[in-house]
């Protein structure tokens, strides 16, 4: 299979986004139910996190978002952050099972690759959390869209980052990330449409190229089928 969507860089934008999302929505410090000290926790915990995010360390992030959570089970931030480091770590034992399986190594391939399934189910449980406490989070959908990319969930993707691009319109690498199922998947119309609207929102890879060369092998796709 075609795994086109390893190439970018989606961790770091994630890290970015949460270090945003923490300082939007439902903060934690302005629920007056906490008045025991456990609102402070939760915000400094979640600050710890996204600090943990920010500098790639994402089992240090994950602990540190489950320790806001438990000190405020309502802290839509703090379950946004984990989600994000679930996803990090999933990614890290994706790679892991693929470079397994391309040395031959099937046991270790097997073994990452339930890993990585086992973090894209947390980050997309704690999405599904996060839209319970905020059906406008637009990066929750983002994260299940990358998880459901993964996997091979072409649906599921489509689906997810449609989401994300309703409530945040000028998310370019939704608009990338489904244009790449798209194209994926054959449908070129749509993935012409899409690479088109990432790239006049500045969308850039990981290596700050922009969207032109899969846009215009996707309109040129099209054009072969016309």
Same mark, same amino acid.
Request: glycine share 8%.
């Given at each position: 299979?075609?795994?086109?969507?390893?190439?970018?860089?989606?961790?770091? @934008?994630? !890290?970015? @986004?949460?270090?945003?999302?923490?300082?939007? *929505?439902?903060? %934690?410090?302005?629920?007056?139910?906490?008045?025991?000290?456990?609102?402070?926790?939760?915000?400094?915990?979640?600050?710890?996190?996204?600090?943990?995010?920010?500098?790639?360390?994402?089992?240090? @992030?994950?602990? /540190?978002?489950?320790?806001?959570?438990?000190?405020?089970?309502?802290?839509?931030?703090?379950? +946004?952050?984990?989600? /994000?480091?679930?996803?990090?770590?999933?990614?890290?034992?994706?790679?892991? /099972?693929?470079?397994?399986?391309?040395?031959?190594? %099937?046991?270790?391939?097997? @073994?990452?690759?339930?890993?990585?399934?086992?973090?894209?189910?947390?980050?997309?449980?704690?999405?599904?959390? %996060?839209?319970?406490?905020?059906?406008?989070?637009?990066?929750?959908? +983002?994260?299940?869209?990358? !998880?459901?990319?993964?996997?091979?969930?072409?649906?599921?993707?489509?689906?997810? +980052?449609?989401?994300?691009?309703?409530?945040?319109?000028?998310? /370019?690498?939704?608009?990338?990330?489904?244009?790449?199922?798209?194209?994926?998947? *054959?449908?070129?119309?749509?993935?012409?449409?899409?690479?088109?609207?990432? !790239?006049?929102?500045?969308?850039?890879?990981?290596? *700050?190229?922009?969207?032109?060369?899969?846009?215009?092998?996707?309109?040129?796709?099209?054009?072969?089928?016309?």
């Amino acid at each position: 299979m075609k795994r086109f969507f390893l190439t970018f860089g989606t961790t770091a @934008a994630l !890290a970015v @986004a949460c270090c945003g999302g923490c300082k939007k *929505g439902n903060d %934690v410090g302005d629920n007056p139910a906490n008045e025991n000290g456990q609102t402070a926790t939760a915000s400094s915990s979640t600050d710890a996190g996204a600090a943990a995010l920010d500098a790639g360390e994402w089992t240090r @992030a994950y602990d /540190a978002f489950s320790a806001a959570i438990a000190a405020d089970p309502n802290a839509v931030d703090a379950y +946004f952050g984990r989600a /994000a480091a679930s996803l990090a770590i999933a990614e890290e034992r994706y790679r892991l /099972a693929e470079a397994a399986a391309t040395n031959g190594d %099937v046991k270790t391939g097997t @073994a990452e690759a339930e890993k990585a399934n086992e973090n894209f189910a947390k980050a997309i449980a704690d999405c599904d959390k %996060v839209l319970e406490l905020d059906a406008k989070y637009a990066d929750a959908y +983002f994260i299940r869209g990358v !998880a459901a990319q993964y996997q091979g969930d072409w649906n599921a993707g489509i689906e997810a +980052f449609t989401k994300c691009v309703e409530l945040s319109p000028e998310n /370019a690498e939704a608009y990338h990330r489904r244009g790449e199922i798209y194209d994926h998947t *054959g449908d070129t119309e749509h993935a012409t449409v899409d690479l088109k609207k990432a !790239a006049e929102l500045g969308y850039r890879d990981a290596d *700050g190229e922009t969207e032109t060369a899969l846009q215009e092998n996707a309109a040129e796709s099209q054009t072969v089928e016309e």
